[in-house]
């Protein structure tokens, strides 16, 4: 049977695609970022995953306003980036799993999570970009699974049903009949609000108290509604449902997580930024 190696999360913010592209890594506004990466990669070089599941949050790229699936699950052998007008060089195609997707797909159908399947599937920034940060270097090495939550357009599932979903998709990658190694990681968060009276919004004590209970009370945030969480960590700080689904993975699949690492960085951007890596022991 397959195994789920561990979980990782980070921001997704378009600018650092073009830090990265102008190779300004070391600059002082993106390094205390930057910095983030480097323990964790040498853990990820030890581990070699295969596959990773990634819960993410389609901007109006694939999905728009007309059409809003809650949750959808790529089934494609390949996953076309595009810009969805952000100005950001697009990378190269990735490479899909499409067993595992039809398994995860089918197991999560199973235990009532009725997702929109999506045999062709274009990924935008919060897809792309976690990759390039956690492997820079030439073309992705993992093959991916994209699992797209809403957190654009209301209404919104809620922490307790992201945290569920999460539970089902580990049990999924568990039962996949396979010898290959997976991960799960979530793109987006922490807190940021774009637009409205409280744009350029950010609320350190929480995220910092968000990012300990994934690690020592990981359904604590399960406790908040939607909204709550909108008034708490700004309009598109809700991405941190992306944090909760894949911390959900970890607790169906094993009975702890060891921190490998985790940073947090205020601001890049509009965005409160954190990255973490979590090993299922
Ligand atoms: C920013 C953050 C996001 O999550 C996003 O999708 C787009 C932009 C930002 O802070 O600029
Ligand atoms: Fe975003």
Same mark, same amino acid.
């Given at each position: 049977?397959?195994?789920? @190696? ?6 997704? @913010? ?12 070391? =600059?002082? +506004? ?13 853990? %990820? ?33 390949? +996953? ?8 950001? $060089? ?19 159908? =199973? ?18 970009? $976690? %990759? ?8 992705? $090495?993992?093959? #991916? ?23 089902? #998709? ?31 919004? @950010? ?14 009370? $990981? ?11 909108? =008034? ?6 809700? =991405? ?27 601001? @890049? ?13």
């Amino acid at each position: 049977m397959a195994q789920l @190696i561990g979980g990782l999360g980070t921001s997704h @913010i378009p600018a650092i695609g073009n830090a990265i592209h102008k190779g300004l890594q070391n =600059e002082p +506004y993106w390094k205390p970022f930057f910095d983030g990466f480097p323990p964790i990669r040498h853990w %990820l070089g030890e581990k070699k995953p295969d596959v990773v599941v990634m819960f993410y949050n389609d901007h109006g790229l694939n999905f728009f306003l007309d059409k809003m699936p809650t949750f959808a699950v790529g089934a494609a052998a390949q +996953y076309h980036n595009a810009d969805e007008g952000w100005g950001i $060089p697009t990378l190269a195609p990735l490479a899909g799993e499409v067993d595992l997707s039809w398994h995860l797909i089918h197991t999560l159908v =199973e235990q009532e999570f009725d997702v929109v399947t999506c045999q062709e599937m274009l990924v935008d920034h919060a897809c792309t970009l $976690p %990759l390039k940060l956690f492997w820079p270097e030439g073309d992705c $090495p993992v093959a #991916v699974v994209p699992v797209c939550i809403n957190t654009v357009q209301f209404p919104l599932p809620s922490a307790k049903r992201c945290y569920a979903l999460g539970k089902a #998709v580990g049990q999924a990658i568990q039962s996949w009949d396979s010898t290959k190694k997976v991960a799960v990681m979530a793109s987006g968060g922490l807190s940021h609000q774009l637009d409205g009276e409280r744009a350029g919004f @950010i609320n350190k004590a929480f995220d910092l108290q968000f990012i300990e209970s994934l690690t020592s009370n $990981p359904e604590w945030a399960t406790q908040f509604s939607v909204h709550e969480l909108v =008034e708490k960590t700004g309009t598109q700080g809700v =991405e941190l449902l992306m944090w909760l689904a894949m911390r959900g993975a970890l607790s169906a699949a094993a009975p702890g997580v060891r921190r490998v690492h985790s940073n947090y960085h205020i601001p @890049i951007s509009n965005t409160a930024t954190a990255v973490m890596a979590l090993e299922a022991v």
